[in-house]
């Protein structure tokens, strides 16, 4: 049950809403919180310290050691499970995400921000930390081993990503987090504008993303562009997302882009993986391949038409039939003298279900044959 203290005298910017701080061991998740509510004026809790330690009467780390892995887990789950609170910033452990039950109960209460640190930066954090005992740890396990196994229950409940550049500082990391609650708060200033005229602005109509992706072209016949300009990425964001693969850098470039409220992480990342899966011959999906000396190759034919194409028209059917509104059916002509037309039908043939039925294409070509 939540105590008194928990309970927010000063208002959240979320209002009742938790804020749900999640991350890996080392992540910073107990620092960034308390200078995050410092800064908002609201309570933290520690689920560590304020809940676990307070139930069990005894450090986490004993706790551990005495049941074990698989037993810590479930204990901590069902402590999680009685956790009530609101608006508060809250940080959870680094290992609640893996018990699904505690986590469905918690994220009700409250957006959940994935730290996602640099598993380098955790690895040396760890080690000055001197921290010896994480669940999962045993003999032939390492920590990045634990780091990656993790990742994917960490993408699974996120709201919110906090991407971290290599050596972030913690001032740098609460400022992504205040920003990221901001721009939460703040989805009616994501609009769009045509690269002709403001016009719809003028009139007091705004355009969002799902109309963006709906409508193509601005009625004006511009393009559209973002009012506030694109994300900015700094140069230890840039680090990080070299080594990244190519899904996981296109998901962490696309929820930047793309309002959570216009399409969610969860939602995003189940796109991303099946656009940029096993449809592409090779892993990478773009390798790029050295020829001699200086001189580089981008691969761009992996894709199902062999067109340089499919790395759009794999993802935006899927983004496309998203944005339609449920009770609209949509016919989509394509004119085209090239591969265009073979990369448009392969993409939307992935859609499924009602979303296959309530998009169709046609695609004309030239009389005389496409370019050769």
Known sequence: STSKSWLSTKASPLGDTN???????GAGK??????????LGIPVIDIDIDVLETTWKMPVAAKLA???????????GQALCGFSASGCVVSLTGSNPLHTEAMQHVTQ???VIYLDVDSDDIIQRLDRMKVNRIVGQAAGVSIRDILLYRKQFYEKWLDLRVFCGRGDTVEEVVEKVLLAVERYQKRDEETYVSTRCDSAELDGQKTYFSNVVVEGLAADGGLYVPKKGFPKISKKEWLRLVSM???ERALVLLEKCIHPLDISASDLRTMILKAYGSNFSSERVAPVKHLIHNQYVLELFHGPTASFKDLALQLMP???????PPMCNFL????TSGDTGSAVLS???QLTGADRHRTGVLVFFPEDGVSE
Not at 66 to 76: A, D, K, N
Not at 332 to 335: C, D, E, F, P
């Open 66 to 76: 005495t049941v074990g892995g698989q037993r810590f887990l479930e204990e901590e």
């Open 347 to 349: 993409g939307f043939c």
């Open 318 to 324: 899927q983004i496309f039939a998203h944005c339609l």
């Open 332 to 335: 989509t002509l394509v004119a």
């Open 109 to 111: 209460s409250g957006l």
């Open 19 to 25: 804020i749900l701080l999640m991350g890996p061991p």
């Open 245 to 247: 693969t190519y899904p």
């Open 30 to 39: 107990t620092t960034v919180a308390k200078i995050v509510a410092h800064k």
